[in-house]
């Protein structure tokens, strides 16, 4: 064996290629659409939202109280049939300051996603969620927030009828 | 367990670029090619073929094992795609592995092709579904959000700061300067380079990433009794493991990756391995992010947890180190075509382990390697040991 036929060689192209049309190429889009249903569990948590409230579930068997909510608990593999309102507050394990979006343009405002862990779920149970109301560079792990939610009326059972978190 | 012996016999590469001309089936082609050639087999002595290549999306190919077969040289031949997201490249020598294991098949083709570049415009758009489709995707989340957070996490809970993490990233694309296929290799890169690159999501930067890259890589399997007449210096598959974290990612510990665990200690049980930090001589952590490279080295056991940082440090991940971390230049530096990236780690193991790593070479004859990968939701984790 030796090193020439080891690594081979390919042509590489560059981004202008596609744009001064020098290469030959074909493009497509896809339409996918869908309709999915939310399921038992997460139907309850969207209802809940809906009303202003954040569900939970416990396990019966380890107790713990998970969120999002849902009908199995994946530790003990046994069915969970017990939902309740935890609070809306809750603690920032981390987070982001995120400048570019899905297709990666550049933001100038930081986009803060965070995981937050909710009061009442048990230790480290968390939901994504964005962070508002705050100077980005005053947000730390540990901060405590506090939903806030859209007007009632304009609430449709989803995870955006919570707006963000803010500082508690 | 009655499980044969397995080795592996022969190994090849394409570059990895960030826009590659070739088609999913060209890259495919060169790399099993180049890897049948180095072992001197043509493709009629292969009885198997297993192929990894990562989400559909990425080509926009329904069924893309089937449509990628012909590349692959899988013509009228048992075959598989096996698909565990960034754990792919690690997971598919494993499938290949209890393929001639099993004693079903003496030689067996392992495959792992990705060209991200055809998704447009940014591959990253592909990766948008693995987000909850109710609970999260509502949120607008992009796939950079969850390396952050995982990150953020891991810096938090052991008070590592940005700066020693940037020693991560500047050994492996150094190291990457060595590598005849490396896409991002760089002698000069420093650490002051990665703190002054572009931040993307804080705290990962621009160089703090591995590059959305096009590649293939192929392996050749072979029974104990068939690699012996095929070289003097097969390498042995002496253990594998493999994990799954739950999916409801907020609810886990991010500081600490227990899937490595799992995966790790299910092959160093199945290798003997009692001392994983004395016995593992090269170590290849799946390193698509500089912090995921500390992340995985302590879920393989080889540092205490928040200690991984260190073994840069103190210059053991150096190639004439202790143990020397990610000799190739890892995704940071060669470059992170998916499932291409993880088979290159168990392609390079393969080289260091004969003494065939040309410029890369590890001094005083290592013994024994680990490959580790990590996908999914960011929730699998694939472990290979390799030895002499």
Excluded at chain 2, 108 to 114: F, K, M, N, Q, T
Excluded at chain 2, 208 to 232: K, Q, Y
Excluded at chain 2, 362 to 379: E, F, N, R, T
Aim: negative net charge; hydrophobic residues 40%.
């Amino acid at each position: 064996m030796n090193a020439k036929n080891r690594y081979y060689p390919i042509n590489s192209l560059p981004e202008s290629a596609f744009q001064d049309g020098s290469i030959l190429f074909s493009f497509d889009t896809f339409n996918t659409r869908y309709a999915w249903d939310c399921g038992v569990a997460i139907g309850e948590y969207l209802a809940g939202l809906r009303e202003g409230k954040i569900i939970g579930s416990t396990c019966p068997k380890c107790h713990r109280t998970m969120v999002p909510p849902r009908l199995f608990c994946e530790w003990c593999y046994q069915p969970v049939h017990h939902f309740l309102p935890l609070l809306d507050t809750g603690t920032i394990l981390t987070f982001s300051l995120c400048y570019v979006s899905w297709d990666v343009q550049r933001i100038t405002e930081p986009e803060i996603p965070a995981v937050i862990a909710i009061d009442g779920a048990s230790k480290n149970h968390g939901i994504l969620h964005k962070i508002g109301e705050i100077e980005p560079e005053k947000v730390h792990i540990g901060m405590r927030v506090r939903a806030l939610w859209k007007a009632p009326e304009d609430r449709t059972g989803d995870i955006t009828d919570i707006l963000y978190f803010k500082p508690e | 367990m009655g499980l044969r012996k397995v080795a592996v016999v022969g190994a090849g590469m394409t570059q990895f670029v960030r826009r590659a001309q070739e088609t999913p089936k060209e890259l495919a082609f060169k790399a099993t090619r180049a890897a049948l050639d180095s072992c001197e087999l043509s493709i009629q002595d292969i009885d198997a073929i297993c192929l990894g290549t990562a989400p559909d999306t990425f080509d926009g190919i329904h069924m893309n094992g089937e449509y990628l077969s012909d590349g692959v040289g899988a013509l009228g031949k048992p075959y598989i795609r096996s698909y565990v997201g960034g754990g792919t490249g690690v997971f598919v020598p494993i499938q290949g592995w209890y393929h001639v294991a099993s004693g079903l098949f003496d030689l067996v083709l392992v495959v792992a092709e990705e060209k991200m570049s055809s998704y447009y415009p940014h591959p990253q758009g592909a990766f948008l579904t693995i987000f909850d489709h109710t609970t999260e995707r509502p949120l607008k989340p992009n796939l950079l959000w969850i390396f952050a957070l995982e990150m953020n996490r891991y810096m938090a809970t052991y008070g590592i700061s940005k700066e020693d993490i940037a020693q991560v990233s500047v050994l492996h694309k150094r190291n990457a300067a060595d590598h005849p296929a490396a896409l991002l290799g760089d002698k000069k890169i420093t650490v002051q380079d990665v703190l002054n690159s572009e931040v993307l999501a804080w705290p990962v930067q621009r160089l703090d990433v591995s590059p959305v890259s096009d590649g293939a890589v192929a392996i050749v399997l072979a029974a104990e009794h068939v690699a012996r007449r095929i070289t003097d210096k097969p390498i042995w598959i002496e253990g594998v493991g493999w994990s799954l974290d739950t999916a409801y990612w907020t609810n886990r510990d991010l500081a600490y990756p227990r899937y490595v665990e799992v995966a790790a200690k299910m092959a160093y049980e199945m290798a003997g391995i009692k001392e994983p930090r004395k016995e593992i001589h090269i170590a290849e952590p799946y390193d698509p992010f500089d912090y995921k490279a500390l992340h995985h080295l302590e879920g393989l056991q080889l540092a205490d947890r928040g200690k991984a940082i260190e073994l840069y440090l103190n210059g053991s991940a150096k190639r004439d180190g202790n143990l020397p971390i990610c000799p190739s230049g890892g995704l940071l530096g060669v470059g992170n075509p998916i499932a291409a990236a993880g088979l290159m780690k168990i392609a390079e193991l393969f080289w260091q382990l004969r003494g065939e790593a040309d410029g890369r070479q590890i001094p005083g004859s290592p013994q024994k390697g680990i490959a580790q990968a990590w996908g999914d939701l960011m929730q699998v984790g694939t472990v290979v040991i390799m030895g002499k």
